[in-house]
T-cell receptor
Framework: AQTVTQSQPEMSVQEAETVTLSCTYD???????LFWYKQPPSRQMILVIR??????QNATENRFSVNFQKAAKSFSLKISDSQLGDAAMYFC???????????????FGKGITLSVRP | DVKVTQSSRYLVKRTGEKVFLECVQD?????MFWYRQDPGLGLRLIYF???????EKGDIPEGYSVSREKKERFSLILESASTNQTSMYLC??????????????FGDGTRLSIL
């Protein structure tokens, strides 16, 4: 079974600075998908960024980018130019490349709470 | 945009009651999921369904059941609520067809308190 580990329960960043959130995972599969989700306080969980394991290029979405190290099974999220609205809980998640039936589920880490200091 | 609607944001019930949590999605997604979210434990999958009347147990199904009579609706049932089921419950949906990198779309969550 796959596992996802987020070892830092909390982090803090100064507004306009850069912060990196760590995530490691364990799997025996060679192809899979990785996701970062954001859950603002009392608001809906939304997708921030996704990465296909077969792609060597790191995914980027505006101020958000990932550092995907397949051999190390590491998938960190970098937030540049942090904004007050980035304050939220962030979850790392894994999904098998076989997207039918039981393999369509996501395996989540425990999450990290990011606070942004003005 | 995909809309996943959970029937209640906050719910208070008593021990022993039968509790229904409802979830409706409007994007014709095949997959639907129920998660439980607790501090320090992240999201844990309770049950999921990949078709009408089809269901599979997740990681923590004990004390719960589900119903999917229509494609757009997925209900979570607490047969006899207990205080250890006090939690935030999240519903999600995703398409079956297409590539596997399709994300799950989440509802706003139901914060359930069992007294």
């Amino acid at each position: 079974a796959q596992t996802v580990t987020q070892s830092q329960p909390e982090m803090s960043v100064q507004e306009a600075e850069t912060v990196t959130l760590s995530c490691t995972y364990d799997t025996s599969e060679s192809d899979y998908y990785l996701f970062w989700y954001k859950q603002p306080p009392s608001r809906q969980m939304i997708l921030v960024i996704r990465q296909e394991a077969y792609k060597q290029q790191n995914a980027t979405e505006n101020r958000f980018s990932v550092n995907f190290q397949k051999a190390a099974k590491s998938f960190s999220l970098k937030i540049s130019d942090s904004q007050l609205g980035d304050a939220a809980m962030y979850f790392c998640a894994y999904r098998s490349v076989l997207h039918t039936g039981a393999n369509s589920k996501l395996t989540f880490g425990k999450g990290i709470t990011l606070s942004v200091r003005p | 945009d995909v809309k996943v609607t959970q029937s209640s944001r906050y719910l208070v019930k008593r021990t022993g009651e039968k509790v229904f949590l409802e979830c409706v999605q409007d994007m014709d997604h095949e997959n639907m999921f129920w998660y439980r979210q607790d501090p320090g434990l992240g999201l844990r999958l309770i049950y999921f369904s990949y078709d009408v009347k089809m269901k599979e147990k997740g990681d923590i199904p004990e004390g719960y059941s589900v119903s999917r009579e229509k494609k757009e609706r997925f209900s979570l049932i607490l047969e006899s609520a207990s205080t250890n089921q006090t939690s935030m419950y999240l519903c999600a949906s995703s398409p079956l067809t297409g590539t596997a990198n399709q994300p799950q779309h989440f509802g706003d969550g139901t914060r359930l308190s069992i007294l």
